[in-house]
């Protein structure tokens, strides 16, 4: 069971939960999504693209910019496997070293 420190944040934990296998999302609908601001998302955003986690792309509607993000098969793997800590380590509460549970009041 291992936590991954680039999951540290809940604005990064936050980013790749929305990213679902194959979904890629413009930055304004994720910030909206995962209430964040635009400094904070774009932080957190370039610290998962240097982890190699997610990557973006630029273009434009109309003549707007646009950003969108999508999760790297790495990313993916990753966040699987972070949860998967996540999980072990609240199936492992409050369990004694001999494995039984704790009960209220011990």
């Known amino acids: ?3 991954d420190d680039n999951f540290s944040t809940p604005t990064r934990f936050s980013v790749l939960a929305s990213l679902g296998e194959g979904v890629e999302i413009d930055f304004g609908t994720l910030a ?3 209430q964040a601001n ?3 998302l ?4 370039a610290h998962l693209v240097d ?3 997610v990557q973006t792309r630029k273009g434009q509607v109309g003549s707007r910019p646009r950003t969108w ?5 790495l990313g993916e793997a990753a966040f699987t496997g972070h949860l998967r800590a996540l999980r072990e380590i609240v199936e492992l509460g409050g369990r004694h ?3 039984t549970r704790s009960v209220e009041g011990d």
């Open 42 to 45: 774009s932080k957190a955003i």
């Open 38 to 40: 635009d400094s904070t």
């Open 51 to 53: 982890a190699g986690y």
């Open 97 to 99: 070293a001999d494995g």
């Open 32 to 34: 909206k999504v995962i």
């Open 1 to 3: 069971m291992r936590l």
């Open 69 to 73: 993000i999508r999760s790297t098969a």
